[in-house]
């Protein structure tokens, strides 16, 4: 302890270092930056022996368990495990230690997380004020978040380990199952006692549509990209461009549609400010279906707390009171107005996320419009003109329609519901978390769900070790 709070006064003082986390272990990835400062103050490293790899069978005792992923879902199980002295180890794809699960593609984009800072602690280790002034979080500042929680609790994170296949063992071992994953080029297998799959639903982006309007863009020559692809200053330059020319498209209209589209709005009125020009932004908005568009905050009333009360009653009158909600609310009456009246409305939400409109953009936007609200892409043309399904078809005959210039498209449409596994075997340890259909308040489901894995698994745990 005396030796390591001389190197952190040194690093403070004389590295320009702000602060230092004192909580929980030493920052892997910082190891070796606090080794070289503490020899050069004059303090000796002794050599340690690597640990060879274990043999559990040798030693009777169970393999640790795997867990898939390190977002959330991941490192919460983790969490929970670790205050139970089970062994565990998280393999995650990505080899970057300051990435955890898909909160990186959210970063990227510069999203903020629609609930207060709150509601998205996990178990054993709130946010501090000095890190976390603002009420409600950046997905970047959640990163960050993330990042601590899994120091406080010394998770072992393997990096860089793509995760194949899990596999059950069909002999009597001490492990039940084995994971398949490459890692720099090599197949790993790993021995598991249990396997928990904690990839989340953001895992595969869904690049098309079911009409393949993907080959059509491409076929008419409009560039288009995924709304995760949105990560580059190049592509945010293109998009904001085309929204000052009125001839950008957003291709759904859930909340990463909403949320791009207010970051698009919200940049082009900041360039429309700093320059001459008067032209107001314009973006077109082809939706299938019209989900209802709450206001963050609308009065007294903010959607995370009325979010946890609903969660708390019965499914039939979470529907009453979201219609209810939708019928008094004049933003979302304002919203639900702007599209075609002939497109399908949300009679039932059935554990959907509806639109939360975070700052007011969407609502004045709608009806400014800045935002146009249009049905389905039905065709697209040589001359990079796309027609929306704007006037219901009559009998067999399509509506005359015109088509609208468009020089560049966003496909906000989602993620493939894709995991390793087709389903659960708790009762042999195989497990999945954070695929929940909690639409109110997902990380505190999250949380609730990790511990009553960790719970299960531990209770198998100790019933072996008295075996």
């Known amino acids: 302890c005396h030796a390591s709070s001389v190197v952190a006064k040194y690093r403070l003082e004389e590295r320009g270092i702000t602060r230092i986390d004192e909580v929980g ?65 998280v393999l995650e ?13 959210l970063r990227q984009v510069g999203i903020e997380i629609t609930t207060q800072k709150k509601w998205c602690n996990l178990p054993g280790f709130a946010m501090n004020e000095a890190d976390f002034p603002n009420d409600h979080v950046s997905a970047a500042d959640y990163q960050l978040y993330l990042k601590q929680y899994s120091h ?38 790993e021995a598991a006692s249990y396997v928990i799959i ?4 953001l895992r595969v982006p869904e690049k098309n549509t079911s009409d393949d309007l993907a080959s059509k863009l491409r076929a008419s020559g409009i560039p288009f990209v995924h709304s995760t692809e949105m990560n580059n200053k190049q592509t945010w330059s293109n998009a904001i461009q085309a929204a000052q020319n009125g001839t950008l498209c957003m291709v759904g209209f859930g909340n990463s549609a909403a949320d791009l589209s207010t970051l698009i709005l919200q940049h082009s009125k900041a360039y429309k400010s700093n320059s001459e020009t008067s032209k107001k932004p314009k973006i077109h908005i082809a939706a299938r279906t019209v989900p209802p568009v709450f206001p963050r905050r609308a009065s007294f009333l903010r959607v995370d707390t009325v979010g946890y009360f609903l969660r708390l009653i019965p499914c039939f009158l979470q529907e009453l009171m979201l219609r209810f909600l939708c019928f008094v609310i004049p933003s979302t009456r304002r919203c639900n107005s702007a599209f075609p009246s002939h497109l399908t409305r949300w009679k039932k939400v059935n554990g959907r996320i509806p639109v939360i409109d975070k700052y007011g953009v969407l609502a004045s936007g709608l009806q ?23 006037q219901p078809t009559v009998g067999n005959h399509s509506p005359a329609s015109t088509g609208t210039k468009i020089d560049m498209v966003i496909l ?21 978390c954070g695929f929940g259909e909690d639409m109110f308040l997902p990380l505190r489901s999250i ?21």
């Open 93 to 105: 794809a990505n080899d970057d230690p300051n990435v955890f699960g898909s909160w990186d593609i």
């Open 25 to 89: 272990p030493v920052d892997p990835s910082e190891m070796d930056s606090w080794l070289v400062d503490a020899k050069m103050l004059g303090f000796s490293i002794p050599y340690v022996e690597p640990v060879a790899d274990v043999d559990w069978e040798v030693l009777n005792v169970k393999p640790p368990v795997v867990i898939v992923g390190s977002g959330p879902a991941g490192i919460c199980v983790a969490a929970y495990l670790s205050q139970k002295q089970i062994p565990h180890v």
């Open 152 to 189: 406080r609790f010394g998770i072992n994170i393997k990096r860089g380990a793509r995760v194949q296949s899990v596999e059950k063992r069909t002999e009597e071992e001490y492990a039940s199952w084995i994971v398949k994953y490459t890692s720099s080029g090599a197949i790993v297998e």
């Open 412 to 432: 906000a449409t989602g993620y493939k519901q894709e995991c390793l596994i087709d389903r659960e075997d708790r009762v042999n340890g195989l497990y999945k």
């Open 198 to 201: 904690a990839t989340g639903k």
């Open 368 to 390: 400014s419009g800045e935002l146009v609200g249009h049905g389905g892409i039905t065709n697209v043309s040589e001359e990079r003109e796309v027609i929306f399904f704007d």
């Open 447 to 467: 949380s609730d769900e990790a511990r009553v894995i960790a719970e299960d698994i531990a209770a198998s745990y100790r019933r072996f070790k008295l075996c």
